[in-house]
Every structure is written in C-alpha cells, then in structure tokens.
C-alpha cells in the first residue's frame, strides 16, 4: 500500500504532470478572459447604442421659441371696430391668424419688402403659432384688439439652426435656410427674442406633418391601448392553458404535439401573427382596421406561446412535495393547483407573462400588417378608435424627409426604451416580492 501510495505521489509530482497541470490551469486563465471580453464587448457595444441614441435625441425634449409682438385686430382677423357678442366669438374662431403672424413679423423687420422675401420671413415661424394665438385669445377674448408679447414655436429648420444641426458655413444652395433668415433669427436672438424650453410639445399632442408640432402623445396611448387587450386576452388564456397541460392533460401523442406546437409557435417570425390577424379580424370578423382592438388581440396571438411556456415552467418548477401534502390532507386537485401551485408559481408566470409583453411592445411588422401604420394626428379615446403604436410611430418619423424627424426618432427610441425599462424592472419587482425559496 505504501509502494503504491508514493507511486501515485511521485507520479502527481512529475514534471509532466506539473506540465500538464500548468497547462490546465492557463486554459482556465484564458477562458476567464475571453469571457470577460466578451462581455466587455457587449456592454461597450451597448453603450455605445445607447451614447448614439442619446445623442441624437436628446435635443427632441427642447423646442426652439420666438416671442412676437402680437396685436389682435379685429379688421386682420375678419371682424370690425366694436366686435362684440356672437360676431367675436366668430372673430375668435375662424380668425385668419397667420396674417396677424406676417404683421408682427413686418413690424418687427420693417425694412423687408416684396412678396417673396415677407414669405420667407413668416416661415421662420412654425404653422403651430396659429393655434397658439387661437388658444390665446379663446383663454381671453379680452385681449381682441390689444397688443400682446406672446412666445411662438419656430420653424423646424430655424430649431434645428438653434441646436446646431444645421451648419451656417455650408453654401445656401446646400441648406433649406436663406441667410437672409438666419439674418433674421440672429437679430430676433440679440433682441433677447429667441429661447429655448422644455418641449411639452414633444409629449402631449398627436403626429403632425410638421416635426416641430410632432408628438408621441397619441402613438402611447395607442400602445396602452393596445397592451392592455392584450394582457387581458393572452394572460388568463396563457395561464389556464398552462395550468391544464402542466397538470391535467393526459399524457398521450396528442397532448405532445400540442406542446411540440406551442414550442414551435413562440419561434415563428412576428409578421405571420400579423398576416393571421389581417385574415381573421379584418376580412372574416370586419373589425376596424388600425384600432388598438385589433392589435391588441394580433399581439396576443403572439405573446399566448411566451406567457404559456412561462407557466409551465414555473408551474414544474414547484415541488412535487407540495401537491403531495395537500393531497394528503384532503384537498382536490383543483385546490391543489388554486391554493398552492399557481400562488407558488406566480412570481415566474407574471415574468415570463410581462417579458412577453415587453415583446409585444416593440413589435412593428404585426401591427403593420391591420393597418396601424396611417398617419392617425388624433388622440384615441377607445379600443376601436383609429390608433397607431409607438414602434410604427417611430417607423414613420424614420421614414420623412424632414431633419427635424431625425431627433424626433430618437427622442421616441427613449421613451420605448424607457417603458421596457420600467416593465422588466416590475418583473423584477413581482419576482423578489412574490417568490419563496425552499
């Protein structure tokens, strides 16, 4: 015993093995470091992502301003001397307004003359500023036939003069601002004219054709819209199907292809979901297009296979110790799976189920397919209104010609990013909450 003990001990204490040993340990070394270059690489690859986003889009929560002075005349806005009563309202709702705009413009740059040069001076001035001055003067009608020094929004190009998007050392012919306009943006800003402030803008109205009165108001409620029919179709379906499969089907082919099928559909590409909802809801049950009714239920039929998945395995996860002592005491097997395996399994089927639904937020092809693609400038107030959804606004914007869409799609990509944030940090939140350790 002894010869073969100091064999083994000198074996282990040869220079080949050492060798072998050294060797052994180096692989370990380099296995470590190729794992932490990976990892290196992915968060800087993110964080560059997100530096890129952040860059670009940061500048779509600031709005650029211009304050005019702005006098309310009875005789430009249609209505005469003395308006009062019913005439002024009228005055005040069908008032001609941009031409109240053109002439605090000429009062301020009097000098300009022609046509075509006092259009080009009220283009430094968004379209917008009209219904701010009806906003106005719908707050006060007093203000009919006094003068007032009111802020306006700017032009889109003008905005993105004032962030520095737009280069003043590039030929005129290259940029779609004059210089005569920037002459006249850079005095209005000596003047004290020109400021910028938070672009409230940005997050409380509709789309608009022009990227200066743009906002993402409308394509989030849409998307709250259209998450909430999801949740409530896909969630109760997606844990009883589990809860069937897990605990109640018979163990036969049939049951296997039916898992084999639910594997098999959390794999397929997102627009066939949104070929079958263009199919089923629109053309055989006639529901509206574009209505978060029906994205609601298209995104459904793609997150059911997630949610379901999910279940199961947070249903299999719970011992089988538990069903055996409460069926030991007396309780059936629907009690069984109410009062102690779906509580237990909660904290995994409320992740897996808003993971889905984090999916389901930022998918664009489905919803592309039933329509929600239009350019919708109203806010919805139901589930069958016409709607759009965050990612297919941000798909628009990406697709418009106008610099000013540029910031807006990044400015959008945020707040996506921001929603999916808070969503998985609630899964995260569910989890620690609702799970216990055996």
């Not at 002592?325 to 059936?332: D, E, F, P």
């Not at 869409?405 to 569910?430: D, Q, Y």
Request: a positive charge; glycine letters at 10%; one cysteine or more.
């Amino acid at each position: 015993m002894s010869d073969d003990t100091g064999t083994g001990g000198s074996r282990w204490s040869s220079a080949e093995m050492r060798a072998r040993i050294r060797r052994r340990h180096a692989a370990e070394r380099r296995f470590r470091l190729y794992g932490l270059c990976a990892i290196g690489v992915a968060v800087l690859t993110l964080g560059g992502l997100l530096y890129s986003i952040a860059s670009k889009g940061h500048s779509a929560f600031w709005q650029t301003q211009i304050r005019l002075d702005v006098r309310f005349d009875p005789a430009v806005l249609g209505g005469g001397e003395g308006t009062e009563g019913e005439a002024r309202e009228e005055v005040i709702r069908r008032g001609d307004y941009g031409a109240v705009v053109r002439q605090a413009l000429q009062r301020r740059f009097p000098d300009v003359e022609g046509r075509r040069e006092l259009r080009a001076l009220q283009k430094i001035v968004s379209s917008g500023s009209r219904e701010v001055l009806r906003d106005t003067l719908t707050a006060r009608p007093s203000l009919l036939g006094q003068t007032v020094s009111l802020w306006l929004p700017a032009d889109d190009e003008v905005d993105m003069l004032m962030k520095g998007a737009i280069s003043r050392n590039v030929p005129e012919s290259e940029r779609r601002l004059t210089d005569a306009q920037i002459a006249w943006v850079d005095a209005l800003e000596r003047d004290g004219r020109v400021r910028k402030v938070f672009n409230r803008t940005f997050l409380t109205t509709g789309d608009s054709r022009e990227p200066e009165l743009a906002g993402i108001w409308g394509a989030v409620v849409g998307s709250f819209l259209t998450l909430a029919v999801t949740l409530a179709v896909a969630f109760p379906l997606g844990v009883l199907a589990a809860v069937y499969l897990e605990e109640f089907a018979a163990r036969n082919r049939w049951t296997r292809l039916i898992e084999v099928n639910i594997n098999n559909l959390a794999a397929v590409p997102s627009i066939v979901f949104g070929l079958l909802g263009l199919a089923v809801f629109l053309n055989v049950m006639n529901l509206p297009r574009s209505a978060p009714l029906v994205g609601g239920l298209t995104l459904a039929l793609m997150t059911l296979p997630t949610i379901i998945i999910a279940g199961r395995s947070a249903i299999q996860a719970v011992p089988p110790s538990i069903r055996e002592a409460a069926q030991g005491v007396g309780a059936s097997p629907l009690q069984v799976v109410s009062h102690h395996v779906l509580p237990l399994a909660l904290p995994g089927i409320l992740t897996g189920t808003i993971i889905g639904m984090a999916r389901a937020l930022g998918e664009t092809a489905p919803l592309l397919m039933i329509g929600m693609v239009a350019f919708i400038v109203d806010v919805p107030k139901g589930l069958t209104d016409a709607a759009t959804a965050l990612p297919v606004q941000i798909f628009l914007w990406a697709d418009s010609p106008e610099r000013g869409f540029v910031e807006k799609v990044s400015g959008a990509i945020l707040v996506l990013l921001a929603f999916l944030v808070v969503m998985n940090a609630g899964a995260i939140a569910l989890r620690q909450k609702f799970e216990k350790r055996w």
